[in-house]
C-alpha cells in the first residue's frame, strides 16, 4: 500500500523550530519529487517548497524563503522540512506530496502531485 505519513508538528513559540518528516512506504521515496505544501482554514493549498528526484531544492513563497529547508534521508525513506524562526502566520495544517517528475523538475502547483499524506498540525503561538 502507497503511504505517505506527516509527523512532527505541535505548538511552538513564536521564533522556534520545529522537524516535519514525510515518511513514505510502499515506495521508494528517492524516485519521486516530494513537494511540501500548507493550508489554513477558507485558503487554498499553498506550496512551501519542493525536493527534486536530484535532491535540488524549490523554495516557494517570500514568507518562508530563508527559515524552511527541505531535506531527503533516502536511507530511511523520508523527506524532511526544517521549519525555522516560526512566526504566527506560519500555523497551519503541513502536507507532504509525492509525484513522478523529471529527474530535475518541481512543482509548487497542488493538483500536480497524485499522492499526499494525511497533513500535521503546526501552530505556533506564545
Known amino acids: 500500500q502507497v503511504q505517505l505519513v506527516e509527523s512532527g508538528g505541535g505548538l511552538v513559540q513564536p521564533g522556534g523550530s520545529l522537524r516535519l518528516s514525510c515518511a513514505a512506504s510502499?515506495?521508494?521515496?528517492?524516485?519521486?519529487?516530494v513537494g511540501w505544501f500548507r493550508q489554513t482554514p477558507g485558503k487554498e493549498r499553498e506550496a512551501v517548497s519542493c525536493?527534486?528526484?536530484?535532491?535540488?531544492?524549490?523554495a516557494y513563497g517570500d514568507s518562508t524563503k530563508g527559515r524552511f529547508t527541505t531535506s531527503r534521508d533516502s536511507a530511511k525513506n523520508t523527506v524532511y522540512l526544517q521549519l525555522n524562526s516560526l512566526k504566527p502566520e506560519d500555523t497551519a495544517i503541513y502536507y507532504c506530496?509525492?509525484?513522478?517528475?523529471?529527474?530535475?523538475?518541481?512543482?509548487?502547483?497542488?493538483?500536480?502531485?497524485?499522492?499526499w499524506g494525511q497533513g500535521t498540525q503546526v501552530t505556533v503561538s506564545s
Open positions: 510502499g515506495f521508494t521515496l528517492a524516485g519521486y519529487a
Open positions: 525536493i527534486t528526484r536530484s535532491g535540488s531544492i524549490r
Open positions: 506530496a509525492a509525484a513522478s517528475f523529471a529527474r530535475y523538475s518541481c512543482s509548487g502547483t497542488a493538483s500536480d502531485f497524485g499522492s
